[in-house]
T-cell receptor, first 112, second 115 residues
Framework: AQSVTQLGSHVSVSEGALVLLRCNYS??????LFWYVQYPNQGLQLLLK??????LVKGINGFEAEFKKSETSFHLTKPSAHMSDAAEYFC??????????FGDGTTLTVKP | EPEVTQTPSHQVTQMGQEVILRCVPI?????FYWYRQILGQKVEFLVS????????KSEIFDDQFSVERPDGSNFTLKIRSTKLEDSAMYFC?????????????FGPGTRLTVL
């Protein structure tokens, strides 16, 4: 079965600093990977997805992620954090029939 | 922009009662899903549904749970006899195709509280 591990349940950065949220996956077949953001008391919003077309994926709100097969990683980055980026972030891997397996999530705090 | 909607946004029920959570997927989508998220935990897959039948279900989705697409637009999750541990946020999702590369569009969720 495919799985996802998010390293660091809480990440705190200063406004304007680099954001790095880590995700490692386990898969026996080429994976399809996703990052979602969840704001308090809201649903899941897709930030970006990797579908083997390009290893560097750009998403919404200035986020991007790089697929590294050799490291089985799909880390999420943003060059400059904004206060509005404070949220919960989930990495997910998609299995057959579109079923997704989610990581435990990382809470991003942005300090002024 | 089309979106998945869910009702109610918050449901409070007594233990042992039946609840039905409703979802309206995006109209041209063919695959439907339910996930749940217990407070402070990760999102967990419950069930996927295609062509009026369950295509996959998790261990969580036991005999107390059922899904239905009663009228071609709604997609419902029924819990027959709720337990305290069923308290969670329940998310509905839909996708136009079932391939793993297809994005799933999530609804805003229904918060179920079992007392």
């Amino acid at each position: 079965a495919q799985s996802v591990t998010q390293l660091g349940s809480h990440v705190s950065v200063s406004e304007g600093a680099l954001v790095l949220l880590r995700c490692n996956y386990s898969s026996s077949v080429p994976p399809y990977l996703f990052w979602y953001v969840q704001y308090p008391n809201q649903g899941l919003q897709l930030l970006l997805k990797y579908t083997s077309a390009a290893t560097l994926v750009k998403g919404i709100n200035g986020f991007e992620a790089e697929f590294k097969k050799s490291e089985t990683s799909f880390h999420l980055t943003k060059p400059s954090a904004h206060m509005s980026d404070a949220a919960e972030y989930f990495c997910a891997v998609s299995e057959r029939a579109g079923k997704s397996t989610f990581g435990d999530g990382t809470t991003l705090t942005v300090k002024p | 922009e089309p979106e998945v909607t869910q009702t109610p946004s918050h449901q409070v029920t007594q233990m042992g009662q039946e609840v039905i959570l409703r979802c309206v997927p995006i109209s041209n989508h063919l695959y439907f899903y339910w996930y749940r998220q217990i407070l402070g935990q990760k999102v967990e897959f419950l069930v996927s549904f295609y062509n009026n039948e369950i295509s996959e279900k998790s261990e969580i989705f036991d005999d107390q749970f059922s899904v239905e697409r009663p009228d071609g637009s709604n997609f419902t999750l029924k819990i027959r006899s709720t337990k305290l541990e069923d308290s969670a946020m329940y998310f509905c999702a839909s996708s136009p195709q079932g391939g793993s590369y297809n994005e799933q569009f999530f609804g805003p969720g229904t918060r179920l509280t079992v007392l």
